[in-house]
């Protein structure tokens, strides 16, 4: 059983989310919805993964890209990077601190596990569902995207389909951020 740490993120705080330019809504969490992600299973509720900053965000494409043939610097990418604002007075669990981690069941090695794996979506999406249940709206986690968890996500779990997420400055291409 979990007992989450609850965490008030501060209002108008800005989140970066990596998206294909050609994606018709990057802020739909509907996507991680059907397919599932670190903390959703498949077919089970929105979802919308950010990064707390451009460095996370750098690191999650080279993540994404583990295993094929090009990095990031290689790539004449559809990347871009959309600045976003998430409703006012959100509560999620905390996945950051040594105490936060451990009242989820995890390691405190996050993301890395006591073998020196990488701690599998299998462990997460169920502590993710747990806190969706909880009535917490997300996750803020160290990165799976960082081998030494330095970097920062959230997993936000809107509260209902009029809760959405918004812009709050262009587009940035990946030639800008990368």
């Known amino acids: 059983m979990i007992d989450p740490l609850p965490e008030r993120l501060a209002d108008n705080r800005r989140w ?7 994606w018709d809504d990057p802020l739909d969490p509907s996507f991680a919805q059907r397919h599932g992600g670190r903390w959703n299973p498949p077919d089970s509720f929105p979802t919308l993964y950010l990064n707390e900053d451009i460095d996370t965000a750098r690191a999650q494409v080279g993540h994404m890209l583990a295993g094929w043939p090009a990095d990031p610097e290689d790539l004449d990418a559809p990347f871009v990077l959309v600045t ?5 007075n959100q ?3 905390d996945a950051v601190t040594d105490e936060g981690l451990e009242r989820l069941g995890l390691p405190i090695t996050y993301p890395i596990d006591a073998a020196g794996s990488e701690v599998r979506h299998s462990a997460c ?13 997300g996750v803020h986690a160290r990165s ?4 030494d968890g330095s970097g920062r996500e959230l997993a936000w779990f809107p509260a209902r389909t009029s809760s959405k997420a918004r812009r709050v400055a262009p587009d940035r291409p990946f030639d800008d951020w990368r």
């Open 16 to 22: 970066f989310r990596v998206a294909d330019e050609n």
């Open 84 to 88: 976003v604002a998430l409703p006012r």
């Open 91 to 93: 509560t999620v669990a």
């Open 125 to 137: 999406r169920p502590i993710g569902a747990a806190v969706k249940l909880s009535g917490l709206r």
């Open 144 to 147: 799976a995207a960082t081998a």
